[in-house]
C-alpha cells in the first residue's frame, strides 16, 4: 500500500496542514518521531541523514540536530518541545539553528502541532504548522519542505516495514 502526504497550504493565514498515514500501530509512529535513534534514520531526505547532537523528549525539552550532506555539509535545527501528550499529540517550534543550538534568525521558524490517531490503514500523522509571516511560509516552501518532508516520510515508510518484517513489532493488523 503506498500512502501519500496531503499538503495544504494556506498563505493568508500563514498555515501550512499535512496529513499523512503511517502502516504502523499509533506507539511504533509515537516512538519513531520522538526518540532520537529512530528520528536519525527516518527525518532527513536521502542522501542527506539525521545526526541527533542532543533530545530531551519532554515539555521544555529539545532536540537539536544535524542534517549531515553526502559531502559532510551540517545545517543545524532544533525541535523545542512546548506541550507532549504521550501518543497523541506533541506542540513544537522547529528552526534552524547553529551547532550549539541557538537560533539562526537568517530563517523562519515553524510552529508545528502534530496529532497522531489510530485509523483504518495504522496512524494518521495531522501536522499544523503556523508561520509568523506570510513570506516564512513561502520560503520554507522554497526551500523545498515539502519535497524534503515526503522524501522523509518515505523513509520512514521503509523503516516500519523493515521492523514489521523483521518481527520487531506486530503488524498493523495485529
Excluded at 2 to 15: H, P, Y
Excluded at 56 to 83: H, I, N, Q, S
Amino acid at each position: 500500500m503506498q500512502l501519500q502526504a496531503i499538503f495544504n497550504k494556506d498563505i493568508a493565514n500563514k498555515r501550512m496542514h499535512i496529513i499523512r498515514e503511517f502502516a504502523a500501530p499509533v506507539p511504533d509512529v509515537w516512538r519513531a518521531w520522538t526518540d532520537s535513534k529512530i528520528l536519525d534514520q527516518w527525518w532527513a531526505p536521502k542522501p542527506w541523514r539525521a545526526e541527533t547532537k542532543s533530545m530531551d523528549f519532554r515539555e521544555g525539552g529539545r532536540w537539536l540536530y544535524a542534517m549531515v550532506g553526502p559531502d559532510g555539509t551540517r545545517m543545524y535545527a532544533k525541535m523545542e518541545y512546548k506541550k507532549i501528550v504521550k501518543n497523541d499529540f506533541f506542540t513544537s517550534v522547529d528552526g534552524f539553528a547553529d551547532e550549539h543550538g541557538n537560533t539562526v534568525h537568517d530563517f523562519p521558524s515553524m510552529n508545528w502541532n502534530s496529532s497522531f490517531k489510530a485509523s483504518a490503514n495504522g496512524t494518521k500523522v495531522e501536522i499544523h504548522i503556523s508561520f509568523d509571516t506570510e513570506a516564512d511560509l513561502q520560503k520554507i516552501v522554497e526551500l523545498g519542505f515539502q519535497e524534503g518532508f515526503t522524501a522523509a516520510h518515505q523513509n520512514l515508510d521503509e523503516l516500519l516495514a523493515s521492523q514489521a518484517a523483521i518481527g520487531n513489532r506486530p503488524g498493523p493488523g495485529a
